[in-house]
């Protein structure tokens, strides 16, 4: 009983990460129709910018996170003015190939500055702490507040304000949206805006129990895709759910099914549900 | 008829110089350079046939090459196989099982597709890489033959490989020229612009999609077993992700969606990264931005632009009625 | 009756785009469905030629259900269809688009086509003779070898007919075919569909542009909401009251 209680908490906290990372991808695809590959590389990017200020400026953990994620937000408002602005009329595989390009870009430059080692984060929330009988590291604790909050944030810009009032209209119907006099450009730099700061965010919050490495988007974002297809492309409570079934899925298989195989858990769900749902799970409409 | 000539002319021009190449470099090591260039250009071909000219972009390739090259090498060391035998059999399994999962994969679309092939590509390379017991996991597969002789041609030297490989791809370009350059193609193409109007055109789209996808991997899986049988060991990292994004690098800077796209694609990215040996790892500085900029610039490539100059520079002359996509 | 639907119905998660509706088409005449923006007329279209599968109800085409059959079973029965988009190939020759509009009449399969067999010879010279015949027919004779991307809309408008006509059907749908072309091309436009009717094929089309219909048409089924409110000659769709309504109180597009 223990061991499963463990492994849910674990399965919280990978799940807060993967929700994190896939409500990026899902408000990006949602507004603009395209799928980010390039998105785990801002995840990426935001963990050693992190880790970065944190060694060499010697900032604490959550100033340096702080930073990260405004200048991740800023690297993918550029990606969104450079690449996918010029490509709006183009076809999908322009868009794929594009952000394809962005990614192996991004990885490569940061081989480049932070070479192809795996790097440690230090934390200052290292210590052990007994929470409702489970012994869990107070980082963990904080990955689920830190990520659960920042979705009631989230949450809270796109309901109640007017700017978040428009990202959903715009979502929701792009042309009309132009048409009532949003200003499309500025609700697409904003989505990217929002999108790289929860991918800096999900990675700066998960890098201390893991590791800081150039290819560590991969995993993550072919995840965030599932874990979207699963919740319906665009939709971000799917995202949200999406995130914890895919990380609750994950720490039990790994437990009671195969460690070794625990990452094809999610791509296996991914296989099966398009199989039988070509057009995902919570598709609208219908031919 | 001058553009034609000057086609053919270029055509020719090519197979000569590769046929020379031997002659003129009388270096191993370029020889061998060359031969990988021509294996990746069969894999690219298979790749443009189903993104470029049926509009699926399959990020499984890698997968595929690496199913063809594991089927080979364990027909042979493991099964106890000929080469020629194994030869024969390697790409018909992948074949094979790029028609199962393309029956499934092609119920999906656009971006679905991508994601869908994305992620069956990385369940191929997760299989090969922790059945340890078939596939031997990371430690990889070693001793794989090379090419054995038919009658008295010997295929054991490198200027013997290099020509064994060079006929296959000429092969290759050949099946692919006819297959665009006639009503199947054409059905492709109809897919790629609106699989809406080739439906109401009367178009099995269904069907041809699969016939379009399964003739992609099975160009991987040559492409594969040539690999294997070339190198004589392969390791899971063939089935890797990066290994899709080169090839789709190739494809996009030749000119996606052409016939010469993937020889230029391929030879210029092969000999640039030779030449920038010192970027070798860090290549994709150079090339991740020149995929993009190649993508918003010049989406049909190299080939797209030559093709747009030459149009520009015969316009006086009368075009000839109808060629499909008729590039460099 | 040639073609006709009974009681067609589609629904898109609980909404009625298209309402019960009974229409039947004559053969050798142009037929015309008319009806405000978001009246379901382009739902209508893409029913009767198997792009969607209707919720309930019937289409019969010369007596035979085609309700579930794919639209490419649909188009080889001898029903085509425009859209509203032409959706050609723009880097390539007017030519090279409609060649393959024959495409449905042939049986020329991959191993043909690798070995270049004598039937892949005769076919691709029937589908181009084909070609050549609905370019002529349509008046683009002149534009045979000019690249898509360099003529006019009116002149796609009149590949994308070719296309249609390429594979031998014996009834057209046209969705808007003049949308987005000046009254003079329409014109010309509407000349081209009166002597597709004189060859014998029927016409189904849905169009926007009201006098033009009432020039055109000898047959008018209105649609609002997605339901049938009125069918008629264009006379008595003139004087029809609900129509009118329709019109006046919904959209002013028309």
């Known amino acids: 009983m223990d061991v499963l209680l463990q492994q849910l908490f674990n399965g919280l906290t990978i799940g807060s990460v993967y929700s994190l990372v896939a409500l990026g991808l899902t408000l990006v695809y949602g507004i603009l129709h395209i799928p980010n590959f390039a998105h785990g590389a801002l995840y990426m990017v935001g963990a050693y910018i992190t880790y970065t200020i944190m060694t060499s400026l010697g900032l604490h953990y959550l100033l340096s996170i702080l930073t990260s994620i405004i200048a991740v937000g800023m690297i993918s408002v550029l990606m969104e003015r450079l690449v996918f602005h010029p490509l709006k009329d183009s076809t999908p595989i322009q868009h794929k190939v594009a952000a394809i390009g962005m990614l192996l870009f991004l990885e490569s430059f940061a081989q480049l500055i932070w070479g192809a080692d795996y790097q440690q984060m230090e934390t200052p929330f290292g210590q052990v702490i007994d929470f409702f009988g489970l012994t869990v590291t107070m980082q963990r604790l904080i990955i689920v507040i830190t990520a659960v909050v920042a979705m009631i944030l989230l949450y809270l810009f796109l309901k109640k304000t007017f700017t978040g009032a428009t990202i959903i209209a715009m979502a929701q119907n792009r042309e009309g949206a132009h048409l009532v006099g949003i200003n499309t450009n500025k609700v697409a730099m904003l989505t990217f805006f929002i999108s790289g700061v929860l991918a800096a965010l999900g990675a700066s919050l998960t890098s201390p129990i893991n590791l800081v490495f150039p290819s560590m988007g991969h995993l993550v974002i072919l995840k965030a895709f599932v874990i979207i297809i699963i919740g319906g492309m665009g939709s971000i409570p799917g995202a949200i759910l999406g995130g914890y079934i895919i990380g609750f899925s994950e720490s039990i298989g790994a437990t009671y099914i195969s460690s070794d195989y625990s990452d094809i858990i999610s791509f296996a769900l991914l296989v099966i549900i398009l199989t039988i749902k070509p057009q995902g799970i919570f598709s609208k409409g219908g031919v | 008829m001058a553009a034609f000539f000057n086609k053919r002319n270029i055509v020719v021009g090519f197979i000569l110089l590769a046929v020379i190449f031997p002659f003129i470099t009388r270096n191993d090591y370029f020889l061998h350079v060359m031969t990988l260039a021509f294996i990746w250009m069969i894999a690219v071909y298979g790749l443009n046939l189903l993104a470029g000219y049926t509009g699926y972009l ?15 090498g364990l027909l042979t060391v493991k099964a106890g196989f000929g080469f020629w035998p194994a030869f024969l059999l390697a790409p018909i399994i992948t074949t094979a099982m790029g028609f199962l999962i393309g029956l499934i994969a092609l119920r999906t679309k656009e971006h679905f597709f991508a994601i869908y092939t994305l992620c069956v590509g990385y369940i191929i390379y997760l299989v090969i890489d922790k059945w340890e017991g078939l596939t031997g996991g990371v430690r990889g597969l070693i001793g794989i033959p090379a090419p054995s002789s038919i009658g008295p041609l010997t295929l054991s030297t490198p200027i013997a490989q290099y020509y064994f490989v060079f006929v296959i791809l ?38 041809n999609k699969l016939i379009s996808f399964v003739l992609s991997t099975f160009f991987a899986g040559i492409a594969g077993v040539l690999y294997a049988c070339f190198i004589r060991f392969i390791g899971p990292d063939i089935g890797n992700l990066n290994i899709t994004f080169d090839l789709l690098t ?37 090339f991740g931005p020149l995929l993009t900029l190649m993508v918003i610039f010049s989406p049909r490539g190299i080939s797209g632009l030559f093709a747009l100059w030459s149009a520009k520079r015969t316009r006086k002359l009368k075009p000839k009625t109808s060629n499909v996509e008729e590039q460099a | 009756m040639f073609l006709e639907t009974k009681r067609l119905t589609k629904q898109f998660g609980g909404l009625f785009a298209v309402k019960d509706v009974d229409f039947s088409i004559e053969e050798g005449k142009i037929n015309a469905i008319i009806g405000p923006n978001g009246a379901g007329k382009s739902t209508f279209f893409n029913l009767v030629s198997g792009l969607y599968r209707p919720t309930s109800g019937q289409v019969l085409f010369k007596g035979k259900d085609i309700s579930n059959l794919k639209a490419n079973k649909v188009a080889k029965l001898g029903v085509a269809r425009t859209f509203q988009t032409t959706h050609l190939f723009e880097q390539a020759t007017v030519f090279d688009n409609v060649i393959v509009g024959h495409r449905l009449r042939t049986k020329a399969n991959l191993f043909d086509s690798i070995f270049h067999t004598k039937r892949l010879k005769r076919e691709e010279e029937q589908c181009k003779e084909k070609a050549l015949e609905v370019l002529q027919f349509v008046g683009l004779e002149h534009a045979v070898d000019h690249l898509v991307a360099n003529i006019s809309q009116e002149e ?31 014109a010309e436009l509407s000349e081209l569909i009166e002597k597709m009717a004189e060859n014998g094929l029927t016409i189904c089309l849905i169009e926007h542009k009201m006098q033009m219909i009432m020039n055109l048409a000898e047959q008018i089924m209105v649609l609002n909401y997605g339901e049938k409110i009125a069918q008629g000659t264009p006379e008595e769709i003139n004087r029809n009251e609900e129509v009118i309504k329709a019109y006046l109180g919904g959209s002013t597009s028309a």
Do not use: C
């Open chain 2, 170 to 207: 000429l092969l290759v370009i050949f099946v692919i020229y006819r297959i665009i350059h006639s009503l199947t193609g054409r059905t492709f193409i109809a897919i790629r612009n609106s699989e809406e109007l080739a439906l109401s055109l009367g178009i099995s789209t269904t069907k």
């Open chain 2, 250 to 286: 190739y494809m996009i800077v030749g000119g996606i969606g052409t016939m010469s796209g993937p020889i230029v694609g391929t030879l210029l990215i092969v000999w640039l990264s030779q030449n920038l040996q010192f970027l070798q790892d860090y290549r994709m500085l150079i």
């Open chain 3, 156 to 186: 796609k408008k009149r590949v994308a007919f070719a296309l249609a006509l390429a594979t031998d059907p014996e009834i057209v749908f046209l969705d808007e075919p003049t949308a987005g072309i000046n009254p003079d091309e329409t």
């Open chain 2, 58 to 72: 399959s990020l499984a390739h890698a997968g595929f090459f690496a199913i063809g090259a594991y089927a080979f």
